[in-house]
């Protein structure tokens, strides 16, 4: 059975199905940071011995970037789909990979160090809090890389067969990944600068 | 729903280099205000409001909420009221007990 608007937008909606699916997902996922978020600040205004650890701004600032940038390529993916040059849809992807990819050594480099100056998840509030919150967040930079990966292989059959809907896939998919940038955005001040 | 023609392509391209290109400078400046001598308050106000910023240029620019159904617009209408109670209920919780 064919699964009804994959390209074209659903009358009622005005949106083909998995855009409308993956708005709903993101929403769940305001939420569930909304709720880390929360705790962090209902932690920190409720102690007034509260302890901030200095964490290394230069490597958080160079990952901004780098999630920054990774939005771009993304974006331009699926734009090169749209003028229907695969090529350049593979390469910007592959960009959007490595710069996931760069990220999250980033981040292990700075776990490294943490863990070096005795700094763990049982150290502090604080400390448990920024684990807790930028490792859900690298595990929402590894899921997007999957997604990516899955895209980039066996998933890219599709532009074959079903260009449209394959172009979709990719909006969504970006949007997904805006969506892990955007997070990163409150992240990295809550975080590391204030 | 996003054209294909290769103008329209190119004017979005031109928008989507400029919100780099101020997310870029934006996130310098959240960094350059941070070693700045603020008081908590303040800073505060501001890393929140610059990441504020940038956050809707995200928001509205590559993930293409300008311009977007309303449906969309609904539910993330919905999703933000309860973002806000999920942060400020705790907070009015806490303030409660404290001035109790």
Known sequence: MQIPYNEEPRPDTGLYNAKLGIWLFLASEVMLFGALFSSYILLR????????????????????????????????AWMALRLND????????WLTMALAGAFLVVKYFEYSAEFEHHLYPSSNNFMATYF???????????????????????GAKMWKSEP????????VAGLYWHFVDLVWIFLFPSLYLL | MA????????AERRVYVTVFASLGVLTLVTVAVASLDLSTGAAIFVALAIASVK???VACYFMH????????????????????????????????????
């Open chain 2, 65 to 100: 909420l300008i311009g977007e159904r309303k449906l969309i617009y609904a539910v993330l209408a919905l999703t933000f009221f309860f973002f806000l109670v999920l942060i400020f209920l705790p907070l009015a919780a806490q303030a409660d007990r404290m001035g109790g």
């Open chain 1, 164 to 171: 449209e809907r394959f172009t979709n896939r990719i909006e």
């Open chain 1, 132 to 154: 807790t919150m930028t490792g859900l967040h690298g595990i929402h930079i590894l899921g997007g890389m999957v997604v990516f990966g899955y895209l980039l292989g066996p």
């Open chain 1, 45 to 76: 205004t409720g102690n007034p011995d509260w302890h901030q650890e200095e964490l290394d701004v230069v490597l958080a600032t160079i990952n901004t970037l780098f999630l920054i940038t990774s939005s771009v390529t993304v974006v331009f």
């Open chain 1, 86 to 93: 695969f090529a350049k849809f593979k390469l910007y992807l």
């Open chain 2, 3 to 10: 054209g294909h023609s290769p103008e329209e392509i190119s």
């Open chain 2, 55 to 57: 956050g809707s240029l």
